[in-house]
Structure formats: C-alpha cells, structure tokens
Antibody, heavy 121, light 108 residues
C-alpha cells in the first residue's frame, strides 16, 4: 500500500527557517516524482514543484522558484520542503504527493495527509 | 502558462441528481493531460480521473471525465451523499501544472 506520511504541524515566527518532511513507503521511492502542493486557508490548490529522488532532478513552478527548496533523501525515502525565511503569507496547509508519469507529464496520484504551517508574530 | 477556469463556482444539487462540472483551459492541453480531484473538508485531495477520461483505481463508475483541447467535463451520474465536496481540475501537460479554482458541489 502506497503511503505518504508528513511531519506534524508547525508554528513559526516571521523570518524563521523551516523544513517539513514527507516519508514514502509501499513503492519504489526513487522511481517516482514527488512534489508539493500548497493550500492557503479557505483557498484552492497550488502546485509548487517536484523532485525525482533517483537523481534529485527538481522542477519548480515560477511562482515558488526561489521562495522554497525541494529536496529528497533517497536513503530514508523522504522528501522535504524548506524555507529559509518564513513570511506570514506562507501560512497554509502543505501536501506532498507522489506523481505518476514522466518529468513533463506527471500528476499527483497519492497524497500525504498534509502539514499545517502557521507563521505569526 | 495555462490557466484553468472551473464553472460553476458552486453547484447545488440533491442526492440522485446528475452533476456536470466544467474546466476550461486558456490554451490547448497537450495529449489530454488533465486530471480531476475530489477534496472533502479536512482531507487531502483524492485523484478521480486522469488523462481526461481514465478513472483512477477504486473510483466508482458514476464518475466520468470527457473532453479535449480546451474544454473538459467531469460528470457524476447520480450523486451519492459522500460526493458532496470540492472538485479541482489540473493540467499536467506543461509547466507549471496548474489547478483550476474548484467547484463546490453542495446539497440543495
């Protein structure tokens, strides 16, 4: 059974750094793209980017390029989403999702449970 | 960048009725690389349809997808109580893989 288990909720102050995680199991972690999707409070879904853990090839949405870092540690089947300096506008639910398909045409098929990030002074 | 517009924003229907949700793209979606997701309150999205018309594993056959180019449709043939949720379309043929704004299907 494919499972993606995300790290727990975080409460941070503006300017702080943060790294949240997503551990995959039940499939070959290095053979599928895995990515992140943001959902701001009461809003829709926004695709942030993906990484291929097999070779760390990473693609970002232009809206998130330079704002976050996506990484993966294939030795422990875990993907990460990282901020160096959080803003209040980063307050959102973040979902990781396994992507099915190739680099140019993959879509989320399995989703993690979400990690709520709250940034407030 | 492809922009997806979903309509209507909210659909008020009764159980047993047919739901028709629209997703229109600002440019042609290559190879019908369009997916549909269902999201219930407090839950992660769930994949329903990919490739515009292929049902994901375990999805009931009352859900069907159709369309190509710039116009796509998700149809729920007879609404069950558990189908009342928000539905999103997503194109994945070009980057960024944008989502539509969503359609909420609510109980009338």
């Amino acid at each position: 059974e494919v499972q993606l288990v995300q790290s727990g909720a975080e409460v941070k102050k503006p300017g702080e750094s943060l790294k949240i995680s997503c551990k995959g199991s039940g499939y070959s972690f290095t053979s599928y793209w895995i990515g992140w999707v943001r959902q701001m409070p009461g809003k829709g879904l926004e695709w942030m980017g993906i990484i291929y853990p097999g070779d760390s090839d990473t693609r970002y949405s232009p809206s998130f390029q330079g704002q976050v870092t996506i990484s993966a540690d294939k030795s422990i089947s875990t993907a990460y989403l990282q901020w160096s300096s959080l803003k209040a506008s980063d307050t959102a639910m973040y979902y990781c999702a396994r992507h099915l398909g190739g680099s140019g045409s993959s879509f989320p098929d399995y989703w993690g449970q979400g990690t709520l990030v709250t940034v407030s002074s | 960048e492809i922009v997806l517009t979903q309509s209507p924003g909210t659909l008020s229907l009764s159980p047993g009725e047919r739901a028709t949700l629209s997703c229109r793209a600002s440019q042609s979606v290559s190879s019908s690389y369009l997916a549909w997701y269902q999201q219930k309150p407090g839950q992660a999205p769930r994949l329903l349809i990919y490739g515009a018309s292929s049902r994901a594993t375990g999805i009931p056959d009352r859900f069907s997808g159709s369309g190509s180019g710039t116009d796509f449709t998700l149809t729920i043939s007879r609404l069950e109580p558990e189908d009342f949720a928000v539905y999103y379309c997503q194109q994945y043929g070009s980057s960024p893989r944008a989502f539509g704004g969503g359609t909420k299907v609510e109980i009338k």
